[in-house]
């Protein structure tokens, strides 16, 4: 591998490692929370490698979001608009990558595309999937959040009004 691109792929991966920590301990968060909550033993129980593979399946819609031409659309706006269009775009890639990554799962395990969709959409748990939504909503602003005033104010003064 030439020199520009393992400098490229260092920096990629540095840029993945915010999101995929971020979303790995409040995903897993996630999972201990409906653990300790779930009354209905027939519900799908999710387990803390699920929540691993979701963190990285959003730093993987972090990533490509970024680099939307439509982006940065409002940095000249309050931070208000900035992040809340952020989050908007993080939050329908998520997503998006999300339901993909699923029909792709059930079509592999089913007799093809269309079989695999409609098994998929049958065995559909509707709760299950407001209840990730809402949480991914829910961390995706507050990163983005987080992004945004590390961005314009500087590592170094959030650390120091945190940690000073």
């Known amino acids: 591998m030439t020199k520009p691109k ?7 991966l540095r840029n993945m490692l915010p ?21 209905d033993a027939s519900s799908q129980p ?21 680099f939307l ?18 989050a908007f775009l993080y939050y ?3 997503t998006l990558l999300h339901l993909a990554e699923r029909a792709f799962a059930a079509s592999r395990s089913a007799k093809g595309f269309d079989a695999g969709i409609a098994t998929y959409l ?3 748990d509707w709760s299950h999937f407001w209840v990730i939504q809402m949480w991914l909503a829910i961390l995706i602003f507050t990163y983005t959040s987080l992004m945004v005033f590390v961005r314009d ?6 650390y ?5």
């Not at 999101?19 to 909550?37: E, K, S």
């Not at 691993?52 to 990533?63: D, E, F, Q, S, T």
């Not at 120091?160 to 000073?164: D, E, T, V």
């Open 19 to 39: 999101p995929t920590v971020f979303f790995g301990l409040g995903f897993n968060a996630l999972v201990l929370t409906i653990d300790r909550l779930s009354l």
């Open 160 to 164: 120091k009004a945190y940690f000073h």
């Open 153 to 158: 104010l500087g590592d170094e003064s959030i």
């Open 46 to 66: 999710i387990t803390h490698t699920t929540a691993c593979i979701g963190a990285l399946l959003v730093a993987k819609g972090v990533i490509v979001a970024e």
């Open 92 to 94: 329908m890639l998520t």
């Open 122 to 124: 049958q065995e559909f």
């Open 6 to 12: 393992a400098s490229a792929l260092v920096h990629e």
């Open 69 to 86: 031409p439509f982006f940065n659309k409002y940095q000249d706006r309050t931070r208000f608009w900035a992040i809340s269009w952020k």
